[in-house]
């Protein structure tokens, strides 16, 4: 019984969102909707089970309605109780619009500067290999990939650490890599 619903409440003591959740998920950002202050978090019941939180959810969004479907307050995209924990499921105009978005360069600086440093987990790295294992890049962004690299200087230690991989690499993968390298050199001079 480690399950609870909660509600977000706008400047004006109105509920917006109502959720079911267990741990820090009324808190997480990971939401299709604004995230209010603290103060204006409320969890409504807790100590629930799954089950018993997801009727909750079903019942107070139920009585409150869904402004998307014209029937009542709530932001919430779904009635309720329909997708596991830890899953949301964006209806097709919310993933279009959130297609459409784009951060700032701001913002995006403030990613990149958050995450420097960060470790990865071994299991994320192998998640990211394979999907990127086999997967073609286009002409196109190997281009960009090339001309984002452009006048960057490598510190000592990156240095190291390519020259100890192309070490350990197989007389077959360097003997590869320099024929796609001359192939390269081949196309920026208009030969092939």
Not at 35 to 56: C, G, M, S, W, Y
Not at 169 to 191: N, P, V
Request: hydrophobic fraction near 25%.
């Amino acid at each position: 019984m480690e399950y609870y619903t909660y509600a977000y409440f706008d400047e004006n003591n109105i509920p917006y969102y109502i959720g079911k959740g267990k741990g820090k998920r009324a808190w997480d950002k990971n939401h299709s909707v604004l995230i209010p202050p603290n103060e204006r978090i409320v969890i409504l019941k807790n100590n629930l089970t799954e089950e018993d939180a997801f009727k909750h959810e079903i019942y107070l969004i139920e009585i409150l309605g869904r402004k998307s479907q014209g029937t009542g307050i709530l932001e919430n995209i779904h009635s309720g109780g329909c997708q596991p924990s830890g899953f949301i499921q964006h209806s097709e105009e919310t993933k279009s619009m959130m297609r459409l978005r784009r951060h700032s360069e701001e913002t995006k600086k403030k990613i990149g500067e958050s995450s420097k440093g960060r470790p990865c987990k071994e299991e994320v790295k192998q998640k990211l290999s394979k999907l990127w294992t086999g997967r073609k890049l286009t002409e196109d962004t190997k281009n960009k990939i090339s001309k984002s690299h452009m006048g960057k200087k490598l510190s000592e230690e990156a240095k190291r650490r390519m020259s100890d991989a192309k070490k350990q690499m197989s007389e077959e993968t360097k003997r590869k890599m320099s024929e796609k390298a001359k192939l390269r050199e081949a196309k920026k001079r208009g030969e092939t």
